[in-house]
T-cell receptor
Framework: GDSVTQTEGPVTVSESESLIINCTYSATSIAYPNLFWYVRYPGEGLQLLLKVITAGQKGSSRGFEATYNKETTSFHLQKASVQESDSAVYYCAPLATSSGQKLVFGQGTILKVYL | DPKIIQKPKYLVAVTGSEKILICEQYLGHNAMYWYRQSAKKPLEFMFSYSYQKLMDNQTASSRFQPQSSKKNHLDLQITALKPDDSATYFC??????????FGPGTRLTVL
């Protein structure tokens, strides 16, 4: 079945350090290359962080980047220098090839950035 | 102004009762969805609708019934509630095949 595995949290990093949150997924029913990262900041709702919906595209937003690797079925999230305001829960969510545009979510990775 | 409204924000129900979760979107989208997140579990897809027609149903139980009275509404009726139904229910919408936008959720507790 569909499954997504993310880096187990919480991930704790110091401000200005680099970050990578891993995401891998089962390839049987994922609609390449529709891949998304969502974020939930404290006290806020789930919002889209970045997306890749075209082959060869690199998603980027707010200093975050995500690179898609079809061979390893991975979609890791990276940032060169995190800020305290990046503290949030991050969700990897590829789109499954069902008829109804179903997003398959990972378990979420809690990121804590300290000064 | 919030673009996707879910009501109520919190809901407490007794086992065996019936509740309706409300979702309205003001983004002009044609597709709407329901997801559920139970404690310590990932967000889980439940239903998708396009132009008010059911496209996909990943919910095993018929106790969960979406209702679309208007293009921008997709309510969720839950009957014969059980404690295992306790979760946060999220409504989402999308233009077509692009990214989905999520509402703030309704946290349901079944006693």
């Amino acid at each position: 079945g569909d499954s997504v595995t993310q880096t187990e949290g919480p991930v704790t990093v110091s401000e200005s350090e680099s970050l990578i949150i891993n995401c891998t997924y089962s390839a049987t029913s994922i609609a390449y290359p529709n891949l998304f990262w969502y974020v939930r900041y404290p006290g806020e709702g789930l919002q889209l962080l970045l997306k890749v919906i075209t082959a060869g595209q690199k998603g980027s937003s707010r200093g975050f980047e995500a690179t898609y690797n079809k061979e390893t079925t991975s979609f890791h999230l990276q940032k060169a220098s995190v800020q305290e305001s990046d503290s949030a829960v991050y969700y990897c969510a590829p789109l499954a090839t069902s008829s109804g545009q179903k997003l398959v979510f990972g378990q979420g990775t809690i990121l804590k950035v300290y000064l | 102004d919030p673009k996707i409204i879910q009501k109520p924000k919190y809901l407490v129900a007794v086992t065996g009762s019936e509740k309706i979760l409300i979702c309205e979107q003001y983004l002009g989208h044609n597709a709407m969805y329901w997801y559920r997140q139970s404690a310590k579990k990932p967000l889980e897809f439940m239903f998708s609708y396009s132009y008010q027609k059911l496209m996909d149903n990943q919910t095993a139980s018929s106790r969960f019934q979406p209702q679309s009275s208007k293009k921008n509404h997709l309510d969720l009726q839950i009957t014969a509630l059980k404690p295992d139904d306790s979760a946060t229910y999220f409504c989402a919408s999308s233009p077509r095949t692009d990214e989905q936008y999520f509402g703030p959720g309704t946290r349901l507790t079944v006693l």
